[in-house]
């Protein structure tokens, strides 16, 4: 049992490049969240899915695009990357209801851009 | 004003002192509260939730104000293991799919 798993861990970009992280879980939960983490900011909300086939913008959702084409993965798109987007992404998953407030976060992957 | 609001720390501590964290909120209407752990360079990880009546698991007891909108975090016996930032949860109105997290309180316990 693997739980969340995240690929890559690390990552250097070009600003303009694009690049896609793809989140697995193993635990059947129905909802999955990206996070971005930044010193001093927290982690904030990117995009977030409650099933397959779903997803919703969260706080910072500009620059972002998601994909969750079966339950267990949720795929992170940066189209352009810029140097704002230098940060640790986490992505998480929680079971649905009233349950969903114990997220399973991944070891994140730490992108720089430059 | 951030949803949010913890101080950063660092608590420096020895081991065996107690220490006590405060987190402010400001929408009232936010429902549910709790305490993420997240040790350096790793992903954060459920400690507790937090409830108006308050609740205790071993050391560490967590207490809801709601009207004066604040969360607080009471460890006792302080570990070195303890040594992690806390970060301050909670689950705004409107349905149970998201989370949002304080910046965290880094706590650093020496012997």
């Known amino acids: 049992n693997a739980g969340v798993t995240q690929t890559p861990k690390f990552r250097v970009l070009k600003t303009g490049q694009s690049m896609t992280l793809l989140c697995a879980q193993d635990m059947n939960h129905e909802y999955m969240y990206w996070y971005r983490q930044d010193p001093g900011m927290g982690l904030r909300l990117i995009h977030y899915?409650?099933?397959?086939?779903?997803?919703a913008k969260g706080e910072v959702p500009d620059g972002y695009n998601v994909s969750r084409l079966k339950k267990q993965n949720f795929l992170l798109g940066l189209e352009s990357a810029a140097p704002s987007q230098t940060s640790v992404y986490f992505c998480a998953s929680s079971a649905k209801g009233q349950d969903f407030y114990e997220q399973y976060f991944g070891p994140g992957t730490r992108l720089t851009v430059t | 004003r951030k949803e949010v609001e913890q101080d950063p720390g660092p608590f420096n501590v020895p081991e065996g002192a107690t220490v006590a964290f405060n987190c402010t909120y400001s929408?009232?209407?936010?429902?549910?509260f709790f305490w993420y752990r997240q040790d350096c360079r790793k992903e954060p990880k459920l400690l507790m939730s937090?409830?108006?009546s308050g609740n205790e698991d071993g050391r560490f007891t967590a207490q809801l104000n709601r009207a004066s909108q604040y969360i607080s975090l009471l460890i006792r016996d302080s570990k070195l293991s303890d040594s992690a930032t806390y970060l301050c949860v909670l689950s705004p109105s409107g349905g149970y799919n998201k989370l949002i997290f304080g910046a965290g309180t880094r706590l650093a316990v020496h012997p």
């Open positions: 899915s409650v099933g397959e086939g779903t997803t």
């Open positions: 929408n009232s209407a936010s429902q549910s």
């Open positions: 937090v409830y108006s």
